[in-house]
């Protein structure tokens, strides 16, 4: 049973690194998005359009560490075996 209480626990944390960094990332790239419309308020529209795409990066980020927090759960290729010996 250790070995699923430790798959809860790296899921969760890896969640939790994953969604601060992203959190950050993303903060910083509003951050200096707005700084660069406020300086030059005729380029917000290339510098939206570069923002969205810059967010959808690190956004995926974010879904990539989801992916493998659920095949950590759900779909780990190693709960057979700990049932297995488990069992013995």
Do not use: D, H
């Amino acid at each position: 049973m250790e070995f699923f209480a430790w798959c809860v626990v790296a899921a969760g944390i890896g969640m939790g690194l994953g969604s601060f960094g992203t959190g950050i990332g993303q903060g910083l790239a509003i951050q200096k998005a707005v700084e660069g419309v406020a300086r030059n308020p005729g380029a917000s529209g290339k510098i939206m359009t570069i923002m969205l795409i810059g967010l959808a990066m690190i956004e995926s980020l974010a879904i990539y560490v989801f992916v493998v927090a659920m095949i950590i759960l759900f779909a780990n290729p190693f709960t057979e075996t700990v049932v297995q010996l488990i069992n013995k």
